[in-house]
């Protein structure tokens, strides 16, 4: 079988118009997974020595990688400075996250734990970084390193996201935080949870379109909030499966009513008579 050479042609031509540079996702898992032991698993040597040489090697991956993007050496290491400069203050947020799991969640017996097998750690690690290079505007790589979270973890939360202090995501597969969301302090987020938005057309891309979480809320397993004017309000409990397009005011409880009923011997309703 043969490929047309006006096939070859038009690829080449696409490929020839790319403004960045040859990307090797490979290399950004590499990154992300060193970076992730430096800061927080232990390692052969922990000398202060050992740390310097292991943050010089992850400045330089850093700035092949962004270099690949840019092609501009004067300003990938402007960005690269700028993301280490930052990285004090990432640090300080991923150990509030880690006490916050130490905190409330029973089945955490220690920190070390949460660092080793905890995958929405993982994915709230991720969306930092990634967030802190979104900020800084540099094109492609922070999309690129929250996709790897993505496919680690299951849990889908975009760079954009603003996402506060204290933030436990508790399972986590199938959780979906969309671009524009924004996210309190102590937000506790349960598996499958969606935050999105109600209308995906593309004249919607610069405006607010995820809903506002407020301190304090918990959101339930399986529960849609859609909207960029959807706010759910301080200290309010989103019970699962729950779908929500509306402001929830503080101190709310949001839920729905399951029913029990004991069977007898009259036949089951439509809705339930199926097979699988």
Known sequence: MSVSNHLIERIHQSKQNKTHGFFDRARVKVFVTELYKVLFLPQQENTTDQLKQDFEKLQDHLFNLIHTITGDKDLTEVQVNAFFEGLPKIYDHLNQDAQAILEFDPAAGSLEEIHLAYPGYFATYVYRISHQLWNQEVPVLPRVISEYAHSKTGIDIHPG????????????????????????????????????????????????????????????????????????????????????????????????????????????????????
């Open 161 to 276: 996201a603003v996402i506060g202090e204290y933030f436990f995501i508790d399972h986590g597969t199938g959780i979906v935080i969309g671009e524009t969301t924004v996210i309190g302090n102590h937000v506790k987020i349960y598996q499958g949870v969606t935050l999105g938005a109600l209308n995906v057309s593309k004249e919607k891309a610069n405006q607010k379109r995820h809903p506002n979480i407020e301190d304090h809320v918990i959101i339930y397993s399986g529960a849609t909030i859609l909207g960029g004017n959807t706010t759910i309000g301080t200290e309010s409990i989103i019970g699962g499966n729950v779908w929500i397009t509306q402001d929830v005011p503080p101190n709310s409880l949001v839920y729905h009513k399951s029913e029990i009923k004991i069977k007898d011997n009259s036949s089951l309703p439509e809705s339930l008579t199926f097979v699988i």
